[in-house]
């Protein structure tokens, strides 16, 4: 029986899509995770069925986990070690209850971080209700890039600096779906979000969720990938 | 005291400590969840109980908060939180439990059943 979990994948066998899940991308894992948890299979396939689901869940959390902690502590500023274990498990807890809202389409690092910004955000306001504003978590990523890059160009040092975060960002942008790539280049033209939502025929709550996606991902392109301090 | 207990649930939350005998964090979520099948759902009881696996704990500690009913009384007895008080006096300890003190406990695990409803 031919498997087909997207319009891209496509397998002989189970035990074919078993061996393959390895080498999955994380946003494949995902895929596979939700058209696993779909399927009515017959009884025959059951086990085959769990079993796929259960490893590529499994994937993600081993190849998310260290991401979330890095994102929660330097993005996100928390600091509270215990708080950043909770709130790992927390966002992969709501990934597997409420994997089918992922669109394969986006960015599932963009979709992930966003949902563990939230969750942070939402832990904050629980604990002090009122105080929680949202430079206080780190966002504004974007807009605090260009003011950096003016900042470093006052010396050669910094204008090196500058050429390597400029490369480094424009390498990124390239690797986001296309729609974030365009969001991405036209806000900071000072094209409004109405206007961009026009454009691209979409709403502008959805403009504002892809922009925000497309923010944690240019953050780890440019400031994420370095160990935190020990 | 209460320190060095929060510090090692720290630790064994922090390294990766499953073992070969740690069930998948999707098991454990569903056992929270009292979605696993009988089988699958004494397996991880077993392994929480006689591993004592902090890790695989508190996965299902945070899957608990989302439970839309009220755990069973053995789950909240015997797996509730680290921390947390056991509703089983210890037998080693002979200091019969006032009354009130029961009350208090009834009325503590009823209010983290509403609370997890909450959540």
Not at chain 1, 133 to 138: E, V
Not at chain 1, 156 to 170: N, W
Not at chain 2, 17 to 29: E, F, K, S
């Amino acid at each position: 029986m031919p498997l087909n979990p997207s319009k891209f994948l496509h397998f002989e066998s189970w035990k074919q899509l078993r061996q393959w899940l390895p080498e999955a991308t994380e946003s494949q894992l995902m895929t596979v995770f939700v058209w696993a948890g779909d399927l009515k299979p017959p009884p025959g396939d059951v086990r085959w069925v769990s079993e796929i689901r259960n490893a590529a869940f499994e994937l993600l959390v081993e190849r998310t986990r260290e991401r979330l902690r890095r994102f929660l502590m330097q993005r996100c500023h928390c600091s509270d070690a215990h708080l950043v274990e909770d709130l790992i498990q927390q966002v992969l807890i709501k990934l597997y209850l409420r994997g089918e809202q992922f669109d394969p389409q986006r960015s599932f690092w963009g979709w992930l971080y966003r949902i563990a910004r939230n969750e942070y955000i939402d832990t904050l306001r629980r604990r002090r209700p009122g105080e929680i504003g949202i430079g206080q978590t780190g966002s504004d990523f974007l807009d605090h890039v260009s003011e950096n890059q003016i900042a470093d160009s006052r010396t050669p040092e910094g204008a090196a600096l500058d050429e390597e975060r400029r490369r480094l960002l424009d390498e990124a942008i390239a690797k986001l779906p296309r729609i974030q790539q365009n969001i991405v280049q036209l806000k900071p033209d000072g094209v409004s979000g109405k206007d961009i939502a026009s454009r691209l025929g979409i709403s502008q709550a959805h403009v504002s969720q892809l922009y925000h996606e497309a923010e944690e991902i240019l953050w780890e392109a440019l400031e994420g990938r370095a160990e935190p301090p020990a | 005291m209460a320190h060095s207990e929060k510090e090692s649930h720290l630790s064994a939350k922090m390294s990766d400590l499953t073992t070969q005998t740690c069930p998948l964090v999707a098991d454990l979520i569903d056992f929270a969840l009292g979605r696993n099948s009988i089988a699958l759902g004494d397996q991880v009881r077993n392994h929480l109980l006689i591993d004592n696996c902090n890790c695989c704990r508190s996965w299902i500690d945070q899957a608990m908060l989302h439970r839309t009913e009220p755990a069973p009384d053995w789950m909240q007895m015997n797996i509730g939180p680290l921390g947390h008080f056991s509703s089983s006096t210890p037998s080693s300890d002979p200091t019969p439990v006032p009354e009130n003190a029961k009350w208090q406990r009834r009325a503590f695990r009823d209010l983290e059943a509403r609370l997890g409803l909450l959540e």
